[in-house]
């Protein structure tokens, strides 16, 4: 499994670049955010506005795809995304990601919309927000 996400990964990793504007995927309270660097190893955004910048490691798109392939999450079966910036109110997915990327801050809300964007997960907005693989 871990193959065939690599090489996914892969394929689509070129679709991140510098100043890619995207939001994230809540349709009520979607905020926007720009990607400022891009490397082999992880993906940094900041905010619009301002904001910190978050680091966002390989690893962590790969424990979520991780998550979602032997869970068989397809649209028919979606996945709660079930951010919480406190670890302990959050979700699988979101503790899933959140541990993957070796930090203690939420970076579901901002990963979700890259692996949307590379065109391998598919989210609902409505609430409460679902992934599932595309």
């Not at 193959?3 to 309270?29: E, K, P, V």
């Not at 503790?95 to 997960?121: D, K, S």
Request: glycine fraction near 6%; aromatic fraction near 6%.
């Amino acid at each position: 499994m871990n193959q065939l996400i690599n090489a996914a990964l892969d394929s689509r990793w070129n679709m991140i670049f510098i100043g890619l504007n995207l939001s994230t995927s809540d349709t009520a309270s979607g905020s926007p955010f720009s990607v400022t660097s891009v490397s082999n190893a992880d993906v940094e955004i900041t905010t619009v506005g301002g904001g910190t910048p978050i680091t966002i490691n390989r690893q962590a798109f790969v424990e979520t795809l991780r998550y979602l392939l032997p869970n068989q999450h397809t649209e028919q079966n979606r996945c709660p995304i079930g951010s919480n910036k406190d670890i302990n109110l959050a979700g699988p997915l979101c503790v899933t990601a959140r541990n993957a990327n070796g930090t203690n801050v939420m970076i579901i809300n901002y990963l979700l919309p890259l692996l949307t964007h590379m065109n391998l997960v598919n989210t609902d907005g409505s609430r409460p927000n679902t992934i599932w693989l595309a």
